[in-house]
């Protein structure tokens, strides 16, 4: 069973930064793509960033040149690096990692949501 730890959300006023934290533990053969997810109040969730383990990269329009999203393949962690932040970037925010088990079989694991709160 594999597990997403999240950390680093809070409350910052707009403009300001904040950098999250997701780290993935537990039983598995490899893990893929590793990114991030938010959903803002009344909303669906949407994708922010994403990061392969070959170091592909993938952002939302609404985050690029703001958000930067890195990884430690060696720490199966993934970190997103948020600047320049705006009011309508609170949300909470999901890790989601695409891993495979020693059998083979690739499945999606998510993470329990941090909240990030931008005050204007």
């Known amino acids: 069973q594999v597990q997403l730890v999240e950390s680093g959300g809070g409350l910052v006023q707009a403009g300001g930064s904040l950098r999250l934290s997701c780290a993935a533990s537990?039983?598995?053969?490899?893990?893929?793509?590793m990114g991030w997810y938010r959903q803002p109040p009344g909303k669906q969730r949407e994708l922010v960033a994403t990061?392969?383990?070959?170091?592909?990269?993938n952002y939302a329009e609404s985050v690029k040149g703001r958000f930067a999203i890195s990884r430690d393949n060696a720490k199966n962690t993934v970190y997103l690096q948020m600047n320049s932040l705006k009011p309508e970037d609170t949300a909470v925010y999901y890790c989601?990692?695409?891993?495979?088990?020693?059998?083979?079989?690739?499945?999606?694991?998510w993470g329990q949501g941090t909240q990030v709160t931008v005050s204007s």
């Open positions: 537990g039983s598995f053969f490899s893990v893929n793509v």
């Open positions: 989601k990692a695409s891993v495979t088990n020693s059998l083979g079989y690739g499945y999606d694991v």
């Open positions: 990061r392969s383990s070959a170091g592909s990269t």
